[in-house]
């Protein structure tokens, strides 16, 4: 099977702007969660999705949104960048059924301007 | 609020000889734990992860201990080879699942000749 797959790879913004992210899961999987890594905090939940509704939210501003489509393939979208939002972003899926083990993707490195 | 602790922060260990990390958690509710290994510029792969009700897991040359009671598990690379050098994070979650992991904030170890 092919892996959690991330799009794009590298990203490069300035203050102000927004900027959609994309995470296409392991085939089968229905649950994609996301995850900030910075090296000041670390890896942090933003939030997951499962059959197109969120289920569980980290402690992250309003401007930080998902969605989750039909065929599990997940956006997320952060509104008016600010410079402390550079960061990788790593996208994760799984199969809830079993014990739901979180396979991530290589991620998504956002440098905000 | 740290909910979980990893130490040491860096580890150097030589070739052949065992690397120990350690994580300790708060919330008495979490009942998966599982280690992470994420090298440079990919996204963190799962190594091996425990539940509760049991005192210790081994895969290959991969030891998870686990202490209730003490609130602490920790993580055990035996015959430790450079292509271990890696950061490690260790994760806690509840609910019976994967989902909304807390991470550990990573041990850079380095395994040399």
Not at chain 1, 36 to 46: C, D, V
Not at chain 1, 58 to 76: A, L
Not at chain 1, 78 to 100: I, K, M, Q
Request: net charge positive.
């Amino acid at each position: 099977k092919a892996g959690v797959t991330q799009t794009p790879r590298y990203l490069i913004k300035t203050r102000g702007q927004q900027v959609t992210l994309s995470c296409s899961p392991i085939s089968g999987h229905r649950s994609v969660s996301w995850y900030q890594q910075t090296p000041g905090q670390g890896l942090q939940f933003l939030f997951e999705y499962f059959s197109e509704t969120q289920r569980n939210k980290g402690n992250f501003p309003g401007r930080f949104s998902g969605r989750q489509f039909s065929n599990s393939r997940s956006e997320m979208n952060v509104s008016t960048l600010e410079l402390g939002d550079s960061a990788l972003y790593l996208c994760a899926s799984s199969d809830p059924g079993g014990y739901n083990e979180q396979f991530f993707g290589p991620g998504t490195r956002l440098t905000v301007l | 609020q740290q909910q979980v602790k990893q130490s040491p922060q860096s580890l150097i260990v030589q070739k052949g000889g065992i690397s120990i990390i350690n994580c300790a958690y708060e919330n008495t509710a979490f009942d998966y734990f599982p280690w992470y290994q994420q090298f440079p510029g990919k996204g963190p792969a799962l190594l091996i992860a425990i539940r509760p009700d049991v005192s210790e897991k081994k895969e290959g040359r991969f030891t998870i201990s686990f202490n209730k009671s003490a609130k602490q598990f920790s993580l055990h690379i035996m015959d430790s080879q450079p292509g271990d050098s890696a950061t490690y994070f260790c994760a806690a979650s509840k609910g019976g699942t994967a989902s909304k992991l807390t991470f550990g904030t990573g041990t850079r170890l380095q395994v040399t000749l």
